[in-house]
Structures are given as C-alpha cells and as structure tokens.
C-alpha cells in the first residue's frame, strides 16, 4: 500500500477530497438557485479524479510498458464503481444526502470524458518513444 501512495499520490489526495466533498453537510448558497450545477461540480470532480488518475499512471509507468489495460480499469472503471458506491453511502448511512442517478451520470460522464482526453491527448504526449 505505501508503494501505491508513493506511485500515485496525487490520487489519493484527490480521492480522499471527492470522499469529502461528498459526504460532508453542503452549506446553503446563492448557487443552489442555479438548475442542475450539482451536476457540473460532479462532472467536474470526477473529472479531475480520473484525469490525475491517467496522468500518474502515464508518467508512472512511461519506461516501462504496463498494459493500458490497466489504466483504463484503474482510471476509467475504478471511478465509475467508486461514484456508485458514494451515491449508495449518500443514501443510506447519510440523513442530510440523498443518492440520485443523475449525479451518477454525471460522475460517470466526468469518468469518461477524462479518460477520453487522457488516452487521445496526453498519452501521445507523455509516451513518446524515446
């Protein structure tokens, strides 16, 4: 495990901040008037997740050679399981959050639009041969 946080600690610190940003109390503000911007910040959120996700398992492994299969386990599938078993503690070990499959969806589409980027973009960029 510490050979893990060591690897990737980005990762972590992001992950340990979703756990938080999703099962805290949320403070009213002039943004809950806003329709639908609880999707935007999870798009968002789990865009970052994954997308740090993919940038430390590029660099990590830049010499050498891990399957990219594991990537997209790691920085694709991994989230998206990770964002449903948040929305189900929001639902039933919460009184104050409730678990929605919108906010799944949009988790899912932060997930996806991430890995997107990060196998169309970046991995072209930070794999060169050398």
């Known amino acids: 495990m510490l050979t893990l ?13 979703v756990v938080y940003l999703s099962l805290f109390r949320p403070p009213k503000t ?3 008037n806003i329709p639908d911007f609880d999707k935007v910040v999870h798009i ?5 997740m994954s997308g740090i996700l993919w940038i430390e398992f590029l660099r990590a492994h830049r010499r050498d050679h891990a399957p990219l ?3 997209w386990i790691g920085a694709l599938l991994c989230p998206i399981l990770f964002s449903g078993c948040i929305e189900l503690l929001q639902q039933y070990a919460t009184s104050y959050r409730t678990g929605d499959w919108f906010d799944f969806a949009a988790n899912s589409t932060g997930a996806v ?3 997107l980027l990060a196998y169309f973009v970046l991995r072209p960029r930070l794999c060169k041969p050398q």
């Open 69 to 71: 299969w594991h990537a």
């Open 30 to 32: 002039e943004l809950d």
């Open 113 to 115: 639009l991430a890995s």
């Open 5 to 17: 946080i060591k690897k990737y600690p980005l990762s972590f610190l992001v992950i340990l901040t």
């Open 44 to 48: 968002c959120m789990y865009f970052g």
